[in-house]
Structures are given as C-alpha cells and as structure tokens.
C-alpha cells in the first residue's frame, strides 16, 4: 500500500473527473466510493465553494479547504523526479466529493 501526497493544479483535477465520452459533463462514477452525495449548486456552501474557486483571490481556495482524497486500484510514476505525472487506474475521490464538482 502506498500513498502519495501533492499539490495538483484545480485544470489537473477538472480533466481528472471529466466524462471521456462527453467532456462536458463529469465522471460521476469517480464519486461511487464516496460518502456524501453531491448537492450541486443547490447548497449553501457549495455556491461558497464556487464562489471561492472563481473569486479574483482564488488563491486562498488552498487554505479554505481541507483537500481532495483519491484512491485507486493502481498508481503509476516515476519517484525521485521532479514534478512527476501520476497515472491512476480506476479512481475514487472519497473526499472532497463537494469541492470537486464545483470547480468543473
């Protein structure tokens, strides 16, 4: 078992969830694993997290949220590079099922 921890570009995580069949829409089936359902924009804080994402200081969006968890069946890259590119193979946010979606 390994875990990686990283920082990701907000872009990076959007093409992470994308649907590959219709980009404009999600993967919902990344969020399967997830505890919480994803209320869109319909909540309170969910248009708070947007607002945040969109804000001219959007770069406070770091600080503001506890992170994103991802797991997955497998992780490919290369260790000891710098700026490594990971490949996952079937992934599940498990946490951060509110913020992602709100940044698409």
């Given at each position: 078992m390994k875990a990686i921890v990283a920082t990701i570009a907000a872009t990076d995580l959007v093409t992470l969830?994308?649907?590959?069949k219709d980009p404009s829409k999600i993967n919902e089936s990344a969020f399967d694993e997830n505890c919480r359902v994803y209320l869109k924009l319909k909540n309170a804080i969910n248009r708070n997290?947007?607002?945040t994402?969109?804000?001219?200081?959007?770069y406070?969006?770091?600080?503001?949220?506890?992170?994103?968890t991802?797991?997955?069946?497998?992780?490919e890259y290369a260790p000891n590079t710098r700026s490594p590119k990971a490949a996952l193979t079937n992934?599940?946010?498990v946490?951060?099922?509110q913020t992602t979606p709100c940044i698409v």
């Open positions: 969830v994308r649907d590959p997290i947007y607002a994402a969109v804000a001219d200081d959007n406070k969006f770091f600080y503001l949220n506890n992170g994103i991802i797991v997955c069946d497998k992780c992934l599940q946010i946490n951060g099922g």
